[in-house]
């Protein structure tokens, strides 16, 4: 029996046996198994609906610097370039007089404006100043560029009153329409105010300097003769001047014509205007038959209390 066993469980019915046993001895998957199989889609279908969008969202910050960036967009257009306009009379009519006077620091407008004995010959426009605002007759509030002319018997002095800022961009096409092509002066002298960012050293509100600035060619002629701009120091080493101001007295250099740059601080006050006024009309335009209105300084004084209010408003 023992043998006929052993050939029994070693034959064939065996393996079989063997198989089928195997096969329902292995238990079904449990619950859990479906559960956590399940899971990882659930996950992935949250990953998915928390993705940007990258058609709609806003793009992250690009790693390119600015001037990288704006290799790829078409340059801004350009803007048109600023002209004069003269009368009809003046208007294919060169100048050359022998002084130009360039007002652009307060005193300085103020005290040219009230010039009774001027003309108004043309004016500088830079389109992309609004004429919104500007009155017709000639006015400090205005944002002007005129141009006038005083006339005597054997030489004319042309003034130009600068009532806008011109930006570092603009200045040098500005400086060209006013000296060396329409206007080609013999001398040339720029009134302007001292920035405190470009000066080096401290400025107090209750002191009233100025100084000057002048081309090879006046320094040189200041030096063989009197200086035309008496008792002004030179603008101390190491400060700077920018803008409109300096554009001119480099134009100046250019076309060899003798200027001078002078810049006073502060830019509002009576002792700044007094300092301003012994420079033109004690110096500048001395022997010069002109005449100033009498109530300007009333003006610019109340004109200097409303900044001074501002300002104290301000820094309060």
């Known amino acids: 029996m023992i043998g006929a066993d052993k050939a029994i469980l070693s034959g064939p019915i065996f393996s ?7 096969t329902h ?3 079904p998957p449990p619950l859990s198994c479906c559960a956590v199989a399940a899971a990882p889609s659930a996950r992935v279908q949250d990953w ?10 806003i793009p992250p910050p690009s790693r390119l610097l600015l001037e990288d960036l704006n290799n790829f967009t078409p340059p801004p257009p350009s803007l048109p370039s600023p002209f004069l306009v003269f009368s009809c009379a003046d208007s294919k009519k060169s100048f050359s007089p022998s002084l130009l006077l360039i007002a652009m620091s307060s005193p300085s407008l103020h005290l040219l404006h009230h010039l009774s004995s001027k003309n108004l010959v043309g004016t500088l426009i830079l389109p992309e100043i609004p004429f919104a605002g500007n009155s017709i007759e000639p006015s400090l509030r205005n944002k002007s560029c005129n141009i006038y002319a005083l006339n005597e018997a054997d030489k004319m002095i042309m003034i130009v009153l600068v009532q806008f800022s011109v930006t570092s961009e603009r ?23 001292v ?13 009233t300097i100025a100084f000057k600035l002048e081309t090879s060619l ?3 002629h200041s030096e063989s003769n009197a200086s035309f701009v008496k008792g002004m120091d030179y603008y101390p080493s190491g400060s700077m001047v920018d803008g409109l101001a300096a554009a001119l007295l480099s134009r100046c250099q250019l076309k060899k014509i003798k200027g001078t740059l002078c810049v006073s601080w502060p830019d509002f006050g009576t002792q700044v205007m007094s ?12 022997g010069v038959n002109c005449t100033i209105d009498e109530d300007y300084e009333d003006v610019y004084l109340k004109l200097s209390r409303r900044k001074d209010r501002t300002d104290s408003d301000l820094y309060t």
Request: charged letters at 25%.
């Open 171 to 193: 200045a040098n096409a500005v400086a060209r329409l006013l000296i060396g092509e329409k206007i080609t002066p013999l001398r040339v002298l720029i009134l302007d105010s």
């Open 218 to 220: 006046e320094r040189k």
């Open 275 to 286: 300092l301003v006024k012994s420079l033109l009309v004690g110096n500048v335009l001395s």
């Open 25 to 27: 001895r292995r238990p």
């Open 16 to 22: 079989t046996i063997l198989f089928l046993s195997s």
């Open 48 to 57: 998915i609906n928390k993705m940007d969008d990258v058609i709609t969202d």
């Open 195 to 207: 920035q405190s960012h470009n000066f080096r050293g401290r400025l107090s509100p209750d002191e």
